[in-house]
């Protein structure tokens, strides 16, 4: 699994800074900031690459690491990991609100930062396809239409046969709903599982066995294999 290219570090303890860099530049990742307040980090974000955001929540100043990713998320589409030594209830129920792509605890070792890298970079890669819509007449498509018997509704996120929606089960619902955003466009494996599943360690046998499901299902729905590569909903109008 890739890692990001650039990250920015909000760390206030120059010992821990360094910690996160010295792990990071191991695997050639590149710190394109470390800060300690939300001033300079806001004022840095303006004039450098970032990929990512590591946020320890108690920093300088009177803004907290929450507070700042709050600010920073206003403007930016970035994804940001927390790092603290509290666990509390509290500050939990907190950190949830922000839907963050993780959090790590203090003390901490190398592999957890990069397996908690890895996966929320992972994450956010597959979120960001998985959002993007099949554009019609430079307006978005509330509707996809297949071929004359299935339409699949991107407001209800239910797919229709001659007007009837048709009853899917959670994971086939998934599955649907990213073919049909990228309708006439292959989909990988490993982005079709990590939406599902949000775990690379899920066996390629459990998308073939929904596939399948769903095939036997829907037999004329139009998905189709491309080998070694991934699926494709295919619209023929």
Known sequence: MILPENIVIVE???????????????????????????????EGLKGIECDMILMDINIKGPVDGIQLAKIILETHTLPVIFITAHNDDATLEELLELAPYGFIGKPFSSKEILVTLRIAYKRYLIHTEASKVVPSNDQVATDIV??????????????????????????????LEILSKNVNTTVAYETIILHLW???????????????????????????????????LQATR
């Open 12 to 42: 206030d303890e120059v010992i821990t800074q360094r910690y996160l860099q010295d792990i990071l530049s191991q695997h050639k990742v590149h710190v394109s900031g470390c800060f300690d307040n939300a001033s300079d980090t806001l």
């Open 146 to 175: 297949i071929n004359e018997y299935y339409t699949y509704s991107q407001t209800s996120s239910l797919l229709y046969y001659d007007g009837e929606a048709i009853k899917l089960n959670k994971k086939q619902s998934m599955l």
């Open 198 to 232: 949000e775990d690379n360690n899920i066996s390629d046998s459990a998308l073939r066995t929904l596939v399948y499901s769903i095939r036997k299902l829907l037999p004329d729905l139009p998905i189709v294999s491309h080998s070694k590569i991934g699926y494709s």
